[in-house]
């Protein structure tokens, strides 16, 4: 074995406490990169013990501010994406909301999937800029983007095939089913785009970059409403397309995302720089990055199912309610109004909380972590309030359909007292996840989902009968247990004392 292999395989499992000359080897001898002077071995143990970049020298609000402003703008327009899509199915008919609804629980499986790949190679990444070990940080992206292509490839074919029978199995008939199925199979098409948008996206706020992937996405809804407006409503031969045209305008705005990506993460404007050498496959930091995202997937994939099962129950009552499933899909865009800030504060805990244990100072990541969740609670505790005055009013920001103006306000009172929780469950997870705790994460999501949330839901829809109202009712009941249940981890501190 030659000493260049020999030094790698040293510094790939480095961790935060045991920074040795294994590091300045590989600087040395496995990488020929020209990068800033904070790779040198001096700078493996932090000796002013700040966080580098753009958060040096700033006060913790500062830092929280700056981490959490621009993903709260790109949630926004996250949000807008979805909502765009729901507001045009919401003005064409029924059966386009209720495709679209079941459409979007599988886009958001093939969401998990890939960014359980982006989970764990941020926890990598943020603990790399916090020890200022950039190299480690730019090893973790090359790795991560291609295990992400890989995956949205299989992810993409695997719903492309099963894209009818998944469109049955959830009670879809006639135009409904129709719909979904072309839906399903355009969108799993740009699915390799989507692994490099999301997961790429997520590398660079991990390295404390969050205005590059804000911009990304605000190109990605300008496309998307356009194209899609235009296949929806334009003139013939480019209107007229339906539902159809909403999936291609949201593939379109996908594949765009992605190339823009590319282009930051190769001209290193974020902070961490993805170059050719760091596509070979490395499997010690590839083994790094599995550790944290197989228990993040696990994890997903058991809160996916739960709620999978929930659209199913959904879709039982709606054989005598034909609107609940697209009065479900309208609740849960407008709730996403009150949870997309407290996603960006959760963002920014999970950055701090990483960067600040890699740093080696627990007490300040702890502290980052309950001013981000003093703020996330703040502001879903307001939306609640609105949530309970106004839903009508909201409601009809997204529909004219009377069947959805008659049942969906309803959902939005049933949630309104149950924000604070939410928001707990939102901040203290991400954070837990940031630092490398994914582990017990999974084993929380999955006793909340599968002991609370399925066994309510089914018990209150279908035993008492009390139809889609039932179901939220044990949608919010399981919300406050799991903000209880995270916030119960994040007071024992077992998740500080992680090692990634």
């Known amino acids: 074995m030659n000493r260049n292999l020999e030094t790698t395989e040293a510094m790939a499992e480095f961790s935060p406490n045991d920074a040795t000359v294994a590091e300045s080897e590989l600087v040395a001898d496995a990488d020929t990169e020209s990068e800033s002077a904070s790779d040198s071995p001096v700078a493996a143990v932090p000796i002013n013990r700040e966080l580098s970049g753009k958060l040096a020298g700033k006060t913790l609000p500062q830092q929280v501010l700056i981490l959490a402003i621009w993903p709260f703008l790109e949630q926004l327009l996250n949000f807008l994406v979805g909502f765009v899509d729901t507001f045009l199915a919401g003005h064409l008919s029924v059966a386009a909301t209720k495709a679209i609804a079941v459409a979007a629980y599988i886009g958001w499986l093939m969401g998990i999937i890939l960014m359980s790949v982006g989970i764990g190679a941020s926890a990598v990444i943020a603990r790399a800029i916090g020890g200022k070990h950039k190299r480690v940080a730019n090893a973790a992206l090359g790795q991560a983007m291609v295990m992400s292509v890989v995956l949205g490839f299989i992810a993409g074919g695997a719903i492309f095939l099963l894209a009818p029978w998944v469109s049955r199995f959830m009670e879809l008939t006639g135009e409904s089913l129709d719909i979904c199925i072309v839906y399903l199979r355009i969108f799993a098409v740009a699915g390799p785009a989507a692994a490099i948008l999301f997961v790429g ?4 706020r991990a390295a404390g970059d969050t205005r590059s992937p804000f911009v990304v996405l605000a190109i990605v809804n300008v496309v998307n409403v356009i194209v899609s407006a235009l296949l929806v409503y334009g003139p013939a031969p480019i209107g007229g397309y339906g539902a159809t045209g909403i999936a291609i305008g949201t593939a379109a705005a996908w594949v765009v995302g992605a190339l823009v990506t590319l282009v930051v993460l190769i ?16 499997w010690h930091t590839m083994k790094r990055i599995v550790r944290v995202a197989s228990a993040n997937l696990a994890e997903s994939l058991g809160m996916w199912l739960g709620n999978f099962a929930v659209v199913k129950m959904v879709g039982i009552v709606g054989i005598t309610s034909s609107a609940a499933l697209g009065a479900h899909l309208i609740g849960v865009r407008l709730e996403a109004i009150s949870y997309l800030p407290c996603m960006a504060l959760g963002t920014a805990a999970s950055t701090l909380a990483g960067q600040y244990l890699g740093l080696g100072d627990p007490v300040r990541a702890k502290r980052a972590v309950r001013l981000c969740w003093a703020y996330g609670a703040l502001v879903m505790g307001v939306m609640g309030v609105l949530f309970w005055i106004i839903p009508d009013l909201l409601v009809r920001m997204v529909t004219d359909e009377q069947a959805l103006l008659d049942s969906a306000p309803d ?10 929780f939410f928001a707990t469950a939102i901040v203290l997870s991400n954070a837990i996840r940031g630092a490398g705790d994914t582990r017990a994460a999974m084993y929380l999501t999955y006793f909340s989902t599968w002991c609370i949330r399925i066994p309510m839901a089914y018990v209150f829809a279908v035993v008492l009968d009390w139809g889609l109202n039932g179901v939220w009712l044990a949608l919010c009941g399981e919300l406050v247990l799991r903000g209880i249940i995270f916030g119960a981890r994040f007071l024992h501190g077992g998740w500080a004392k992680v090692e990634v």
């Open 201 to 204: 996206g997520a590398c660079l």
């Open 267 to 282: 001209g290193g404007w974020g902070g961490i720089r993805l170059r050719l050498i760091r596509l070979r496959p490395h």
């Open 411 to 420: 959902l939005l009172r049933i949630c309104a007292p149950v924000q604070v």
